[in-house]
């Protein structure tokens, strides 16, 4: 799956910041070298992940089902608290964005699956309102049409990661690793 964009066309770093402009995200730089993730225990993803490990959850009013009216300003509000409590954003509000290779363009089975780019937060965003398809979970388009996001954050200095997933119950949150 191609996530929208055909495998053939492979988008440049100018065409991704035009993608990822409504959602209230300015692209800084594609991040050349490996990125510096928070330690998980191996075959342990963030998803199932455990306090042990580091992991935080949305507080439960901050878990949106899909298909509430208010989905998109739940999903925002538990995200930006997130970042904020944790320590995502940095001074000037810019943390990592994984984006994954087939949302690119990039039809390659060659590690890593996700290429990771330095963004910054605007002070106009709206992450999940503004629909941007490089944000949209490919597990939900499975069960819903509605525009869902998945996606994976880090801060710049590798100490925490965050999650926005799709849960099986048709639920959405954020998770966080912070060991």
């Known amino acids: 799956m191609t996530w929208g964009y055909c495998a053939a066309v492979i988008l440049t770093d100018t065409e991704i910041?035009?993608?990822?402009?409504?959602?209230g995200l300015r692209l800084v730089e594609r991040v050349q070298q490996e990125v510096q993730l928070p330690p998980l225990p191996k075959y342990v993803s963030p998803a199932?992940?455990?306090?042990?490990?580091g992991r935080f959850d949305s507080d439960p009013d901050e878990v949106a089902d899909l298909d509430a009216?208010?989905?998109?300003d739940t999903v925002n509000a538990g995200w930006h608290r997130l970042a904020t409590e944790y320590g995502l954003l940095d001074d000037q509000r810019e943390f990592l964005l994984a984006v994954g290779r087939a949302r690119l363009g990039e039809d390659s089975?060659?590690?890593p699956y996700e290429v990771w780019f330095r963004v910054q937060l605007l002070d106009e965003?709206?992450?999940?309102g503004s629909e941007v398809d490089l944000l949209r979970s490919g597990f939900a388009t499975l069960f819903t049409d509605r525009f869902v996001p998945e996606f994976t954050v880090a801060s710049l200095d590798g100490r925490?990661?965050?999650q926005t997933t799709v849960w099986?119950?048709?639920?959405?949150?954020?998770?966080?690793?912070?060991?």
């Open 17 to 23: 910041g035009d993608l990822l402009g409504p959602a």
């Open 48 to 53: 199932s992940a455990r306090p042990e490990h």
């Open 69 to 72: 009216p208010d989905f998109a």
């Open 109 to 111: 089975d060659d590690e």
């Open 168 to 179: 099986g119950n048709g639920t959405l949150s954020s998770i966080v690793i912070r060991p």
């Open 125 to 128: 965003w709206d992450l999940v």
């Open 160 to 162: 925490m990661m965050m």
